[in-house]
């Protein structure tokens, strides 16, 4: 059965860290540009990162360049995003999803393309 689970959500105080895991079961990581996306109450869904099938290309939202790092290790199966200098506005649900490549471009270039999403981890920072 194909699955991704996030773990790491907690409510933290503002300047703080945090880092989420993502496991994929099912389905080959590996195979997969993956991403970390988040949803914030009363806002569009954002791409926070992605990480292309090789690791060697990744990109940010600029709201979290510099504070986020996106991560994974194939072996493990497990896709990271390391939070430093929380603030309260990344406060949201955050996903996970697997999408395969296109063409065009080494990840989708939209949401609904991903293939696989997580069921969400929250996060909370206060100020």
């Known amino acids: 059965q194909v699955q991704l689970v996030e773990y790491g959500g907690d409510s933290v105080q503002a300047g703080g860290s945090l880092r989420l895991s993502c496991v994929a079961y099912g389905f080959t990581l590996s195979s997969y540009c993956m991403g970390w996306f988040r949803q914030i109450p009363g806002k569009e869904r954002e791409r926070v990162a992605v990480?292309?099938?090789?690791?060697?290309?990744?990109s940010y939202a600029d709201s979290v360049k510099g504070r986020f790092t996106i991560s994974k290790d194939n072996g493990k199966s497990t896709l990271y995003l390391q939070m430093n200098s929380l603030e309260p506005e990344d406060s949201g649900t955050y996903y996970c999803?697997?999408?395969?490549?296109?063409?065009?471009?080494?990840?989708?270039?939209?949401?609904?393309?991903?293939?696989?999403w997580g069921q969400g981890t929250q996060v909370t920072v206060s100020s």
């Open positions: 999803a697997a999408g395969r490549p296109t063409l065009w471009s080494p990840c989708p270039a939209s949401d609904s393309e991903y293939n696989y």
């Open positions: 990480i292309t099938i090789s690791g060697g290309g990744v």
